[in-house]
Nanobody
């Protein structure tokens, strides 16, 4: 499975942005998909995840109520809709798939990674 993240950009505080994660291979639709982000000089942090069948996603407290994860298995694509963006949301956003062990909130649990897309929020 190969993952391709796209849709990042430069926006102003309060704006919205949607990033996408397109996957190759039909196995994608059976995997948990997660989004992580990494700001300069910081760890790669969990943003949210969604199970293979959709269901209720889980989010980090810092984005809860502002970000929404969804997926379209027919298109082999997952999405991260980001609303009410803040300067502290500035980071490279990565999608990951297939939680293979441990906590699915941890970056160490994921087998496949996309290359990341830069999101910059100006104040």
């Amino acid at each position: 499975v190969q993952l391709q993240a796209s849709g990042g950009g430069l926006v102003q505080a309060g704006d919205s942005l949607r990033v996408s994660c397109a996957a190759s291979g039909h196995a994608f639709r059976s995997y948990t998909v997660a989004w992580f982000r990494q700001a300069p000089g910081k760890e790669r942090d969990f943003v949210g995840r969604i199970s293979w069948g959709g269901g209720t996603p889980a989010y980090a407290d810092s984005v809860k109520g502002r970000f929404t994860i969804s997926r379209d298995n027919a298109k082999n694509t997952a999405y991260l809709q980001m609303n009410s963006l803040k300067p502290e949301d500035t980071a490279v956003y990565y999608c990951a798939a297939q939680c293979i062990g441990g906590s699915c909130y941890s970056k160490d649990a994921y087998h496949y990674w996309g290359q990341g897309t830069q999101v910059t929020v100006s104040s």
